[in-house]
Every structure is written in structure tokens, then in C-alpha cells.
T-cell receptor
Framework: NAGVTQTPKFQVLKTGQSMTLQCAQDMNHNSMYWYRQDPGMGLRLIYYSASEGTTDKGEVPNGYNVSRLNKREFSLRLESAAPSQTSVYFC???????????FGPGTRLTVT | GENVEQHPSTLSVQEGDSAVIKCTYSDSASNYFPWYKQELGKRPQLIIDIRSNVGEKKDQRIAVTLNKTAKHFSLHITETQPEDSAVYFCASNSGYALNFGKGTSLLVTP
């Protein structure tokens, strides 16, 4: 069991470029989440998918889009990257919402 | 939206002492309260959680207490060890989502 995997581990973008962060889980979990972590700000929810076929906005969705491709995969897209999106991005999954969330290893993104 | 406040933001204790971290939440419908530990450069990992139908839960040196009336919950670590040094996050659920506190950086000095 790999758990939750994320690609890439590191990425540097120029302002205005686009990219997609990939996340996959092999635990047959229903719910998946994308967070960003900035120093002193904790973990802030960007988007989540309560179950396959649904997505909802979290606390900080502006500038991002998501796709729940299937039960295993949940991707996060930055259409036009901005320096304010420099952060560490974590994907997580849980069996259902109010359950232990398992986190991926994170993607460190720098936008210059 | 849901607000989770966590205190203190930093905590330094000597090895063997106890550490207490406190959180308050605002959504009266919250019924799940996990605590995560994050070591430097690593992913957050669950260390203990509690549901609203119990007031206290223990796992070896770690315990969590919940006061639903006052909407606060606390993490207690006894007999701290240097390997307990990390950032700790509390969270509460709001529907399918978790709202996290801003974290407490715990340093345990030998």
C-alpha cells in the first residue's frame, strides 16, 4: 500500500504559467482534499471531494480548479500561477468526511 | 466559516515535563476532533482523535479532553521526550471538511 501519493515533489513556475498537481490514493477512500500550508497559517482547505463525482470549495479556492478523475485520483490545477500561490500543497484522503485523513508527502511550489 | 483557534503558538518544555495545547471551535455541529503531528519537512500524521460522544481519550502518554458545552478541546502530552518536538495541529469537522488550527510548535529540551 503506497497510501496517498503526489506528483511532483517540487516545482518552480513563472508567473502566468499553468500546471496540474496530481494526487492518487490506494485505500479505496471516498473523500479527498487539497490543502495549502504557509508558515504560521496552518493547513487551509482549497477544495475537497466528499465522494466520487462531487467537488466543493474550501476556505481558499480562488485561482484553483480541481477534478475528481475517478475514486482514486484528485487533481489540482493552477491556470495562471501567481507568486501568492507559492506554498506547500498537501493532498489527503479519508474513508468519509469525519474520519482520519491520510496525507500525501506534499508538493513544494515556488512561483517567481 | 468555521474558526478553530489554537494556543499557544509555541511551547518549550523540559524533557519529562507535561505539555498542554488548547483549541476552541465555533461550529456547534462539529462532532470530530483530531490532532495531527507534523515533523519538519514531513506530512501531518494523526496522533489521536475524539468524537463528541466522549469527554476524554487516552493513548499511552497522549490524552485529549473535550468540553462540548464550552466548545474547547485540549491535547495533553505527559513525560515529554525530545522526539515529541514537532508542530501539532488541532482540527474540527464542518460537514465533510476539517478546519485546522494554526499549529503549536513544541520544543522538548533534554
Amino acid at each position: 500500500n503506497a497510501g496517498v501519493t503526489q506528483t511532483p515533489k517540487f516545482q518552480v513556475l513563472k508567473t502566468g504559467q499553468s500546471m496540474t498537481l496530481q494526487c492518487a490514493q490506494d485505500m479505496n477512500h471516498n473523500s479527498m482534499y487539497w490543502y495549502r500550508q504557509d508558515p504560521g497559517m496552518g493547513l487551509r482547505l482549497i477544495y475537497y471531494s466528499a465522494s466520487e463525482g462531487t467537488t466543493d470549495k474550501g476556505e481558499v479556492p480562488n485561482g484553483y480548479n480541481v477534478s475528481r478523475l475517478n475514486k482514486r485520483e484528485f487533481s489540482l490545477r493552477l491556470e495562471s500561477a501567481a507568486p501568492s500561490q507559492t506554498s506547500v500543497y498537501f493532498c489527503a484522503s479519508s474513508e468519509w468526511g469525519a474520519d482520519e485523513q491520510y496525507f500525501g508527502p506534499g508538493t513544494r511550489l515556488t512561483v517567481t | 466559516g468555521e474558526n478553530v483557534e489554537q494556543h499557544p503558538s509555541t511551547l518549550s518544555v523540559q524533557e519529562g515535563d507535561s505539555a498542554v495545547i488548547k483549541c476552541t471551535y465555533s461550529d456547534s455541529a462539529s462532532n470530530y476532533f483530531p490532532w495531527y503531528k507534523q515533523e519538519l519537512g514531513k506530512r501531518p500524521q494523526l496522533i489521536i482523535d475524539i468524537r463528541s460522544n466522549v469527554g476524554e481519550k487516552k493513548d499511552q502518554r497522549i490524552a485529549v479532553t473535550l468540553n462540548k458545552t464550552a466548545k474547547h478541546f485540549s491535547l495533553h502530552i505527559t513525560e515529554t521526550q525530545p522526539e515529541d518536538s514537532a508542530v501539532y495541529f488541532c482540527a474540527s469537522n464542518s460537514g465533510y471538511a476539517l478546519n485546522f488550527g494554526k499549529g503549536t510548535s513544541l520544543l522538548v529540551t533534554p
